[in-house]
């Protein structure tokens, strides 16, 4: 579904994504993980286009998309959420979610019932006319993930997207983002919190330094020395 081919991004003399390659296949979600400074959000930012990466080759169903714009990916298929939640502030929940049908590349017959199916999927729980600054964490992240899905993603980019749920609300999230995946969406998502990722992910790369230094199975990571190294003095990835 998605290659990426020794990509590399610098900032000024800093290297930020160094000769990362990644494999993804349909239908996985595929984590990114790694200590903070890592380089997830720049190498996420070069898939998503928001970053032309100076170095490396990125291929979305065998098509070259090196440095495409992220309005050419949202239209190929690729989505992204921020680490910060992006909505309108001003606009009702279901106005958020109608711009992203409208403005997704794909010509809808009825925007509003288009928009009200996709809320309807990721579970929003309250009025869609609630303005969206008046939204709640929880609230919020459903929101993105309905913008995001608005686009007719086929490939959906998570940057740390349960960043500030509680506990009891994990159990909840995990089970609609493996829901997203079902529906057939591919997700790659950065993470911090470890019962996200091992509770999610089909398979994982670690980030150290802008390098990969190791990827596969929720398994293969947690018992490869490399990555508990790197985790040193963080937060421990068992
Ligand atoms: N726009 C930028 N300009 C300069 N340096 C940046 C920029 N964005 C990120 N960096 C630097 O690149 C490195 C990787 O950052 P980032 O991709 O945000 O890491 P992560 O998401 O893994 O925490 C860090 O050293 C960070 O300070
Ligand atoms: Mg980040």
């Known amino acids: ?8 991004k610098r900032f000024g003399g800093l290297v930020a ?6 494999t993804v296949n349909k239908g996985e979600i595929f984590g990114l993980i790694g200590p903070n400074g890592a380089g997830k959000t720049t190498f996420l ?8 990466p100076e170095k490396g080759r ?5 098509q070259d998309i090196t440095g495409l714009s992220p309005t050419q990916l949202c239209h190929k298929g690729i989505a992204r959420t921020f680490q910060i939640a992006r909505s309108f502030p001003k606009l009702s929940a279901l106005d958020n979610v109608k711009v992203s049908v409208i403005y997704g590349g794909k010509q809808h017959q009825n925007p509003e019932r288009r928009a009200k199916e996709i809320m309807d999927f990721v579970g929003f729980p309250v009025a869609t006319n609630i303005i969206a600054e008046n939204l709640n ?5 459903r929101l993105e993930l309905a913008r995001a899905l608005a686009t007719n993603s086929e490939l959906l980019l998570l940057d740390e997207v349960a ?3 509680t506990p009891s609300e994990l159990p909840t999230f995990i089970e609609l983002i493996k829901k997203i995946r079902d529906s057939g969406v591919t997700i790659i998502c950065i993470e911090h919190v470890m019962k996200f990722i091992m509770g999610v992910c ?11 230094i190791a990827d596969g199975t929720v398994e293969e990571i947690k018992n490869d020395p490399k990555v508990t190294e790197a985790y040193l003095g963080e937060e421990n990835v068992h």
């Open 202 to 212: 089909d398979r994982i790369a670690v980030l150290n330094f802008g390098a990969k």
């Open 137 to 141: 964490t929880m609230q919020l992240k």
């Open 163 to 165: 960043a500030g749920l």
């Open 58 to 62: 990125i291929t979305f169903k065998e």
């Open 1 to 8: 579904m998605l290659k990426t081919e020794g990509v590399e």
């Open 17 to 22: 994504v160094k000769d990362v390659s990644i």
């Open 45 to 52: 930012n070069c898939i998503s286009g928001f970053y032309k």
